[in-house]
C-alpha cells in the first residue's frame, strides 16, 4: 500500500495512431490535468522518447516496458512523488487491466541525451539524421544558419512533431532547426509556444510549409 493515494491514469494513443491522427496534444492535455499524486501510464506502439524529454523538463521521471512488438508502457511520475517511486509499480501491476503485467522497477530518471538517439521500436525515419535533407538552396536565411535541416513530408504522424522535437533537443539554445512539412504543424506550434521557441512559419504554392525554429 501506498502511503498517499495514488491516482492510476492511463491513455492508450494506439486508437489515434492507427487512424494516422496525432496523438501529442491529447497527451499534452492529459497531463495538464493530472496532479502530482497522479500516475500517468502511457500506451503506444512504441517507446516515445522524445516525449520522456519533454515531460522531464515538466518534473516528471519516467519508466518503459515492451509487452509486445507493438505495445509499449510508459508509466509517468512527477518529482513531487518521488519517494513513492518504488511502490508505483506495484500499484501499476494491481491496476493493470487484462494485460501483461509490467516488471517491477524503480522510475529512474531518463537523461536528456536519450532524446538524441532513435526510438526503440519506431521506424528509422523518426531519428534525427534520417531522412532526406533539403537543398542548399532551401536553407538559405537572412538569419541564423540552421543547425539542423529536415525534410518531414511523407511521414505519418507523430512521426514529424517527434523528429523535429528530437532535433530540438540537440540544439543549444540559439540554434535553429528547419523543417519542411506536407501542412502547417498545428500542435507542434503550439507546443513551440510551451516551450518558448520563436518560430516562422512560410506556406508553400505546393501546399506544405517550411517552419523556422530557434530554441529558446
Known sequence: MLETEVNIVELDVRPH???KLEPFQLIMDTVKELKHEDVLVLHAPFKPTPLLGILKMKGYSSTSERLESNHWVTTF?????KTAAAKVSAAVQSKSLDRQPLAASSIEDLALNDVNSSCEGQPPAIAVNSGSELSAQDTASTLLEPTIVLDNRG???PQPMMRTLAALERCKPGEVVLIHNDRVPVFLIEELNQLGCLYTVEDQA??????????G
Not at 77 to 81: A, E, G, I, L, W
Not at 206 to 215: L, N, P, Q, S
Open 17 to 19: 495512431l492507427s487512424k
Open 155 to 157: 511521414l505519418e504522424p
Open 206 to 215: 505546393d501546399g506544405t510549409a517550411k517552419v523556422r525554429i530557434e530554441k
Open 77 to 81: 511520475v512527477h518529482k513531487k512523488n
